[in-house]
């Protein structure tokens, strides 16, 4: 039974990193003119009420999303992801579809966080497709309530068995975004199982994996599986936000191994994170690390 629900940690620094990331490759994914499909093996529920009891039991929005909201001074990476989430914030916006236009100046007020459906769903042209997995019942009922149509679809289903059915895709374009919670020790050797499968069915694929800072030796290590399983083409960025307590437990910080990146992804991250992590740093030793292997 999945006792893991993402409403708790919706907009905290972890998902800021990741929905980053994930805007600007799908903005690269976009900025040719033939048609991909984006596959997300762990959706979530593709939107979260930041107000709801859920998000407010520890309210970690507050030192992710909230700490970039009304800011004037964004590097342009991180304003793309932010306006994304002003708009998933209008009073007409709806989940499940493609977000509303904002006015030029206008902020609204922040209750509502994109899941990564709602993030791509952004991005989505006429011709491109979507595949959700989701495995709990109640997140994938939200998700299935809110996407759906011709070019979504919605699949309750063990995304990391299901991912290989639809490798190679048709056509063969895609982003595959790998993002588990870790909630069972045995999806860090899913994942890299998961990987070594998909970039042996689909080498041109664009996969990115998420993967949580914490005091445990499969997430130490998960990182260096990656990269023994990836052919050349990735790119892998961390950011330490915080110290764990006094246990060691605590989520310090998160990261992303991203297999086939876009070329401009690595200059784009240099010239963000510097900011970034002074500006969601919740301790002096606060830090970050890019490291790559060119094609
Ligand atoms: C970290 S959350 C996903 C967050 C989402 N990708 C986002 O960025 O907004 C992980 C999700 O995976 C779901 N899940 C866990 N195991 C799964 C599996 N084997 N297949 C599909 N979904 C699963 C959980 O119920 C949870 O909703």
């Known amino acids: 039974m999945l006792a893991y629900r993402h409403a708790f940690h919706a907009g905290n620094h972890a998902d800021v990193l990741k929905h980053l990331v994930l805007d600007q490759v799908l903005r690269y994914m976009t900025a040719k003119d033939k048609p991909f499909r984006y596959i997300d093996t762990h959706a979530g529920a593709g939107g979260y009420a930041l107000k709801g009891a859920q998000a407010q039991k520890t309210a970690e929005y507050r030192e992710g999303i909230n700490r970039l909201w009304s800011r004037a001074d964004l590097p342009p990476a991180v304003a793309d ?26 902020t609204p007020p922040l209750k509502l966080y994109p ?21 709990h019942p109640a997140d994938a009922r939200t998700l299935a309530a809110h996407f759906g149509g011709k070019q979504v679809q919605v699949l309750h289903e063990d995304g990391f068995a299901g991912l290989k059915a639809l490798l190679p895709p048709t056509p063969r374009r895609a982003l595959v975004l790998i993002d588990p919670s870790y909630e069972l020790v045995g999806d860090y050797g899913k994942v890299v199982a998961c990987v070594r499968d998909a970039v042996q069915r689909f080498p041109e694929g664009v996969y990115m994996v998420w993967y949580p800072q914490v005091a445990r030796v499969e997430a130490v290590q998960l990182p260096k599986r990656l990269m023994a399983v990836a ?8 950011m330490t936000v915080k110290q764990a307590d006094a246990q060691g437990f605590g989520l310090a910080g998160s ?13 784009t991250l240099q010239g963000v994170m510097p900011w970034l992590v002074q500006t969601l740093a919740q301790f002096d030793g606060a830090n970050y690390l890019i490291e790559e292997q060119p094609a």
């Open 115 to 135: 899941g990564s459906p709602s993030i791509a769903r952004m991005h989505l042209r006429p011709g491109d497709s979507m595949r959700l997995f989701e495995l």
């Open 255 to 267: 990261g992303l191994f991203i297999v086939n990146p876009p070329y401009t992804l690595h200059e």
């Open 231 to 238: 052919p050349k083409g990735w790119l892998h960025v961390r």
């Open 81 to 106: 992801y932010v306006h994304g989430v002003h708009r998933f914030n209008l009073p007409d916006a709806e989940p499940g579809q493609p977000a509303p236009e904002l006015e030029k100046g206008m």
